[in-house]
């Protein structure tokens, strides 16, 4: 994708706050000199058998991008795709559980776009609300921040599991579901109440394309200790038994090179975090006195298996470190 918007020139406009240029969850736009409204779109190949269900899914993953800038979700379309054979019902289900999830954040859909593919494809264009001054990039990372990730890691590898083996245990499915259906709502609150000091969401990229984002956009380093990290039960045995997400080879392809492992990180622990998630948590970097607190609150209310998971260093400048 770098290599094809190299070709596209960038647009030069005063409003244009965060643009295409960086790599970040959503673009934002100012409309007034307190107001911005903050922009993403996202779409989802099914991950759960059941439509409802992956509608609300595909539903909270895009409105996830506009909680990791700090914005707060106004308005969506619907963008669905799907076989001219399909049952109706289906569909209707698919976009009623996008609503649901739409709905309880507070925001509302008004409509969408339809078009015929071979396979299905929903997601949602979101637009949102945000305060130029209170914007959070990627970039803004501080020397001494601590990072606190908000989901455990293990979707791709489960939602693989599920595709491979055509079932995975109950309640390891439903405590994944829950996870990939649960709003990112109320960290991003907390995050804004505690003035963090940069945000990503954790998607398609995988734990270490999204955080070495972070580090690459804020010119600094981050360490990552991997036995901090929440992750869903069993998604090491998985992978031990041959479980491989299909984003793991790409994502490895991609940033590597930007990653330093230490030997503790064995090749099961590299592709968990090499694997794509869905509808992941927020990475949060916050300011080492802030982040106690942080954490407090985010597990008193709801967020319950957030964990502090690394630093932001000045050594190893554009790179992740991960050790014990």
Same mark, same amino acid.
């Given at each position: 994708m770098a290599l094809a918007l190299a070709k596209v020139p960038q647009i030069q406009d005063d409003r244009i706050l965060v643009g295409s240029n960086n790599a970040d969850d959503a673009g934002v736009f100012r409309i007034a000199p307190d107001r911005a409204l903050v922009h993403t779109v996202d779409l989802l190949a099914p991950v759960v058998n059941d439509p409802y269900t992956f509608g609300r899914i595909a539903a909270v993953n895009s409105l996830s991008d506009v909680y990791a800038m700090g914005g707060i979700p106004l308005v969506a379309l619907n963008v669905i795709g799907f076989p001219a054979s399909l049952d109706p019902e289906v569909v209707g289900e698919i976009l009623r559980g996008g609503q649901d999830a739409v709905v309880e954040d507070g925001a509302v859909v008004l409509g969408g776009h339809t078009f015929q593919d071979a396979e299905i494809r929903y997601g949602l264009a979101v637009t949102g609300e945000i305060s130029p001054d209170e914007i959070y990039t990627n970039s803004g990372c501080k020397t001494g921040d601590l990072l606190i990730l908000t989901k455990p890691l293990g979707t791709g590898t489960v939602i693989q599991a599920m595709m491979t083996r055509g079932v995975v245990p109950e309640e390891l499915y439903r405590t994944v579901v829950a996870s990939m259906t649960t709003s990112n709502r109320k960290a991003s609150e907390l995050m804004r109440k505690h003035r963090a000091s940069a945000c990503t969401d954790i998607t398609g990229f995988g734990f270490l394309g999204h955080c070495w984002e972070m580090a690459e956009a804020s010119g600094l380093g981050a360490e990552i200790w991997f036995d901090k990290l929440p992750t869903f039960p069993k998604v090491l045995d998985l992978i031990r038994e041959g479980v491989i997400d299909a984003g793991v080879k790409m994502n490895r392809n991609s940033f590597e090179q930007n990653v330093i492992f230490t030997d503790e990180a064995d090749v099961h622990i590299q592709t968990l975090l090499f694997a794509s998630e869905t509808s992941g948590g927020l990475l949060i970097s916050v300011a080492e006195d802030k982040a106690g607190i942080l954490l407090d609150e #985010?597990?008193?209310?709801? *967020?319950?298996?957030?964990?502090v998971v690394g630093k932001v260093t000045?050594?190893? #400048?554009?790179?992740?470190? *991960?050790?014990?």
């Open positions: #985010l597990t008193g209310s709801g *967020v319950e298996q957030s964990a000045d050594l190893n #400048l554009g790179k992740v470190k *991960v050790y014990k």
